[in-house]
T-cell receptor, first 111, second 112 residues
Framework: GENVEQHPSTLSVQEGDSAVIKCTYSDSASNYFPWYKQELGKRPQLIIDIRSNVGEKKDQRIAVTLNKTAKHFSLHITETQPEDSAVYFCAAPSGAQKLVFGQGTRLTINP | GAGVSQSPSNKVTEKGKDVELRCDPISGHTALYWYRQRLGQGLEFLIYFQGNSAPDKSGLPSDRFSAERTGESVSTLTIQRTQQEDSAVYLC??????????FGPGTRLTVL
């Protein structure tokens, strides 16, 4: 089955700087890679996803890049703001119907 | 429209008691997932339902855990003879397909 590794487990950046979180996956057949944001005490919510037919996708200050050859994908947040502080989870498919989630990255934005 | 709802939001129980957690998925979503999230940890897959197919129970940690779903509607996760290590937030999610999963607010279970 799919194995997803996420790094770093914690990340602290100054407000306005960029943050990058990386995930690797094991199944070369995987074709869908979502990122979820979970604020303290809240439910996880999808913030961006990418399919394997593209290498990069952007949505305002958030972008995701995918390297299928190396089997890794990354979340990039630019011009970070205090409200970006949260735990971020990546995921990759395991089989036709399940997602396997990474262990999460706790991002702290320092004012 | 209404999102995924779960009840109760909080449950405190004594060790050895049985508990039932409920999930109401988004109407029309054929897929329903249960996850466990221990404090400060990631999302641990428990069980998955897709339409009328046999559920994928590969994530259930022991035979004390079971879940049911009636058609494409409500699901119930049951934990029998609860143990302290069962304390966690239990999250339910639903989706139209495997892709975007919509999570409920979770049930925080505390076993004393």
């Amino acid at each position: 089955g799919e194995n997803v590794e996420q790094h770093p487990s914690t990340l602290s950046v100054q407000e306005g700087d960029s943050a990058v979180i990386k995930c690797t996956y094991s199944d070369s057949a995987s074709n869908y890679f979502p990122w979820y944001k979970q604020e303290l005490g809240k439910r996880p919510q999808l913030i961006i996803d990418i399919r394997s037919n593209v290498g990069e996708k952007k949505d305002q200050r958030i972008a995701v890049t995918l390297n299928k050859t190396a089997k890794h994908f990354s979340l990039h947040i630019t011009e970070t703001q205090p409200e970006d502080s949260a735990v971020y989870f990546c995921a990759a498919p395991s089989g036709a119907q399940k997602l396997v989630f990474g262990q999460g990255t706790r991002l702290t934005i320092n004012p | 429209g209404a999102g995924v709802s779960q009840s109760p939001s909080n449950k405190v129980t004594e060790k050895g008691k049985d508990v039932e957690l409920r999930c109401d998925p988004i109407s029309g979503h054929t897929a329903l997932y249960w996850y466990r999230q221990r404090l400060g940890q990631g999302l641990e897959f428990l069980i998955y339902f897709q339409g009328n197919s046999a559920p994928d129970k590969s994530g259930l940690p022991s035979d004390r855990f079971s879940a049911e779903r009636t058609g494409e509607s409500v699901s119930t996760l049951t934990i029998q003879r609860t143990q302290q290590e069962d304390s966690a937030v239990y999250l339910c999610a639903s989706s139209l397909n495997r892709d975007e999963q919509y999570f409920g607010p979770g049930t925080r279970l505390t076993v004393l």
